[in-house]
């Protein structure tokens, strides 16, 4: 008997406590839901501030980046329109210099047509050699120095200038018969009397009824006496020119190649 009441009475006791659990789990239950629903929105909050600085972050350096870009951008602009200044500004300074080149030019080819005039042969060359230095094309300055270098019976400079003469002109569709002349005359006072001879012979490709290109090849055929060649130019010459001075002495010089 004793043994079914302390049985009892655990029962019930057990049961107590289980009711008493049981009105409590609700509770419980509510506690942990809330307790777990604060720590997650700590924690979403906490994630969410570090995505925000991150981000801040980030904006930051694109920002700092961009800046960069743009002052970089600006910067090279900047040089662009410098660098385009410059060379319109150089651009202009030439084209103003080269539209007072032909005067400058004309100027130190009249000083130096009036000093060789006045028998200034080495102050004539000075002044040709800088314009020739300043303008290798130039064909009046070489011409005119050819003609100092013959004044100054330098004829070997003479000959090497008259030749260049003819290539340049040449080159730049400029070539005139007493180029050719010119250069056969330099030749001859070398004593190159065959180089002489072909010379003037090209002038006369150029000109045929020239007097004066005829009257030097008559000139350099009786010097070196070829005979028939002479005939003919001297027929040609009396053809074109027969009261020209000079040409009956020619005549007897012609007679007296054998």
Not at 129 to 155: H, M, N, Q, T
Request: charged fraction near 35%; hydrophobic fraction near 40%; aromatic fraction near 8%.
């Amino acid at each position: 008997m004793l043994n079914i009441t302390a049985f009892s009475i655990i029962i019930i006791s057990l049961s107590i406590i289980i009711f008493i659990i049981y009105k409590k789990i609700p509770l419980l239950k509510h506690l942990d839901v809330e307790e777990f629903n604060k720590e997650k929105n700590k924690k979403n909050s906490l994630l969410e501030e570090r995505l925000k600085r991150n981000f801040n972050k980030i904006k930051d350096k694109m920002r700092l980046k961009n800046l960069r870009g743009i002052n970089f951008t600006a910067s090279r602009f900047n040089n662009h329109i410098k660098k385009l200044y410059s060379t319109v500004k150089k651009y202009k300074q030439d084209l103003i210099l080269k539209s007072k080149v032909p005067e400058i030019k004309k100027d130190k080819l009249n000083q130096a047509q009036d000093l060789f005039r006045q028998g200034h042969l080495k102050e004539a060359e000075d002044v040709l050699i800088e314009i020739i230095k300043d303008d290798p094309k130039s064909l009046d300055g070489y011409r005119l120095l050819a003609e100092v270098y013959f004044e100054s019976k330098i004829f070997v400079h003479a000959e090497a200038t008259f030749e260049h003469i003819v290539k340049l002109a040449e080159r730049l569709k400029q070539l005139r018969a007493c180029d050719y002349l010119e250069l056969a005359s330099s030749k001859l006072k070398l004593d190159k009397l065959g180089e002489a001879l072909q010379s003037a012979q090209k002038a006369l490709k150029l000109e045929p009824l020239n007097p004066k290109i005829l009257h030097f090849m008559l000139t350099t055929c009786i010097m070196c006496k070829q005979k028939d060649l002479a005939w003919r130019y001297y027929r040609k010459l009396k053809e074109i020119n027969g009261e020209g001075e000079g040409l009956d002495e020619l005549l007897e010089e012609l007679k007296k190649i054998s």
